[in-house]
DNA sequence: AGTGTATATACACACACGTGTATACATCCC
DNA sequence: GGGATGTATACACGTGTGTGTATATACACT
């Protein structure tokens, strides 16, 4: 994967603006009470996630209302699921209709690290 | 989410050693023929893996053989797992708040990330 | 014993990056 | 109009971090 996502949600503040984004859509000056931060600081965070595709934005008077996008979680999404035989081989000791789902999916799986 | 998941995913170079090891285990020297980087950085990388408890090792002679472990991941997917919303269940759960408000100023929209 | 391979760590360094301050611009409300 | 609020950007700065070089240790093989 060559993409920006995971450098874009190294930083806690980002992480901590998505998920504050993942209650619905807000206005930069509410997010900026979610962080402890400056809003200049919101504003420059907020850009980088528009840019990596994570948000959108709508103007609403004076505020811009920020909202997710799907693209950049389906992306890791995509990627971790390469690493899941890894922690569901695990899970199918507790039941086998997991078993038989990973089983469909996976295929030839070489090595299992628990 | 406290972890150092994302950090330590953010660089490229581990992000590769990840993806080799995803194929198995490998000894160091494997690992650095797989990266375009000195010997003494992939050690150094790998160091950070293990603490953050990406990978395990073993040794067996002069090589330490690297494997991953399922936990980081099993954190990633937990993590992810609450917003799984925005690509997967169209438009129920937390959805229906955002739904609403944008249908009810669904006025000029200016940029779309899909 | 001696040489080559495998790995880890110390050090120095350059560069990226997150942050605060200050500022510019747009919009709202009186 | 004019002040207040909301947002974005320019600049400077300090710190973190990835990398190379050099070195130390452990093991293998003859």
Chains 1, 2 share one sequence.
């Not at 998505?18 to 850009?47: F, K, M």
Request: with cysteine; aromatic share 8%; glycine share 8%.
């Amino acid at each position: 994967m060559e993409s920006v996502v995971f450098e874009v949600l190294a930083d806690s503040t980002r992480r901590r603006i998505v998920e504050t984004l993942g209650a619905g859509e807000r206005a930069v000056h509410v997010l900026v009470e979610a962080v402890d931060i400056q809003q200049s600081g919101v504003s420059r965070h907020l850009r980088i996630l528009h840019d990596a595709g994570f948000v959108r934005v709508r103007a609403e008077g004076q505020e811009r209302l920020y909202s997710l996008c799907a693209g950049p979680f389906r992306e890791l999404d995509k990627w971790m699921r390469q690493y899941r035989g890894l922690w569901e081989a695990r899970l199918d000791r507790f039941g086998a209709e997991l078993n038989r789902r990973q089983r469909a999916r996976a295929g030839k799986r070489r090595e299992i690290h628990p």
